[in-house]
C-alpha cells in the first residue's frame, strides 16, 4: 500500500490536535515548501521535538527516511488536488 498525504489527513481525523504527531503534520502540511531546504534537526527544532521523534514518525506511517518524506511532500504539492480523487480537472471544479 503506497502512503499519501491523506493519510495524515485521517491520523488529524482521529486524534487530538495536541497530539506530537499531529503538530507534526500540521507544521509538514502547511510548511511544505520551507521542508524542501531544511534539514531534519532544523524541523525538529521548528516541531519542538527532537530529530529521533521525526525518524519514529516517518516509522509510524511507514515511510522508510526523512528524505522519503521530504520527496512524498514535495509531489504532493506539485499534484493537483484533484488528481487523488481519479478526476478531471472540469468534473472536480
Keep these: 500500500m ?4 491523506y493519510d495524515f489527513f485521517d491520523y488529524l481525523n482521529r486524534h487530538d490536535s495536541d497530539k506530537t504527531y499531529a503538530k507534526i503534520i500540521t507544521y509538514l502540511l502547511t510548511h511544505q515548501t520551507e521542508v524542501q531546504t531544511l534539514t531534519i534537526s532544523q524541523i525538529a527544532e521548528r516541531c519542538f521535538v527532537s530529530p ?3 525518524t519514529r514518525f516517518c516509522q509510524a ?8 518524506l521530504r520527496e512524498l511532500l514535495n509531489t504532493n504539492q506539485q499534484m493537483k488536488s484533484y488528481n487523488y ?7 472536480f471544479q
Design 2 to 5: 503506497m502512503f499519501t498525504t
Design 52 to 54: 529521533a521523534t521525526l
Design 61 to 68: 506511517f511507514n515511510i522508510p527516511s526523512f528524505g522519503d
Design 85 to 91: 480523487l481519479r478526476m478531471r480537472e472540469t468534473d
